[in-house]
């Protein structure tokens, strides 16, 4: 059985990683966004009066 040259070890390489990269961005932008209908309410601030 040949072996494989360094060449065709990095094409192999180059080959997976485009392969993984364009795996995550096709996963990344698959799903929509999701959106907050309601803003969240913010707490008030209340002010204490210090006895001292």
């Given at each position: 059985m040949?072996?494989?040259?360094?060449?065709?070890?990095?094409?192999?390489?180059?080959?997976?990683?485009l392969?993984?990269l364009?795996?995550?961005?096709?996963?990344?932008?698959?799903?929509?966004?999701?959106?907050?209908?309601?803003?969240?309410?913010?707490?008030?601030?209340?002010?204490?009066?210090?006895?001292?």
């Amino acid at each position: 059985m040949p072996q494989m040259s360094p060449l065709l070890w990095l094409n192999l390489f180059l080959m997976f990683i485009l392969g993984y990269l364009l795996f995550s961005i096709l996963n990344f932008f698959s799903k929509p966004p999701i959106k907050t209908g309601v803003l969240p309410i913010k707490p008030s601030l209340s002010e204490k009066t210090w006895k001292w």
